[in-house]
């Protein structure tokens, strides 16, 4: 399974961006998808997931009402939306893959596949 994630940029704050994560070598519609983010020296952190079956959305509380997350089976494509963006989005966004048991459904340990990164700047 690979990931190819793509969309990032340098953005006013205010501003909006949409990531996108394409899925090969793998049954798309098997995973569960997810976006995490890392700024230097902190760990990866959660932002959002999306559920293989029923497509329940999850978010992190600081990007709640902000962000949509959404997939598109067709496209093998997960897309994460981001509006109203504040400098504290900036960071280095990644798309994983896995089969998360509910309970940990925001851990990056439950996430076997994962994308490069895209680096989002929110400036101020």
């Known amino acids: 399974v690979q990931l190819q994630a793509s969309g990032g940029g340098l953005v006013q704050a205010g501003g909006s961006l949409r990531l996108s994560c394409v899925l090969s070598?793998?049954?798309?519609?098997?995973?569960?998808m997810a976006w995490f983010r890392q700024t230097p020296g902190k760990e990866r952190e959660f932002v959002s997931v999306?559920?293989?079956?029923?497509?329940?959305?999850y978010y992190m509380d600081s990007v709640q009402g902000r962000f949509i997350i959404s997939r598109d089976n067709a496209k093998n494509t997960v897309y994460l939306q981001m509006n109203s963006l504040k400098p504290d989005d900036t960071a280095v966004y990644y798309c994983?893959?896995?089969?998360?048991?509910?309970?940990?459904?925001?851990?990056?340990?439950?996430?076997?596949?994962w994308g490069q990164g895209t680096e989002v700047t929110v400036s101020s």
């Open positions: 070598g793998g049954s798309f519609y098997d995973y569960s």
């Open positions: 994983a893959a896995g089969r998360p048991i509910l309970s940990a459904i925001r851990s990056a340990k439950m996430y076997t596949n």
């Open positions: 999306i559920r293989a079956s029923g497509g329940r959305t």
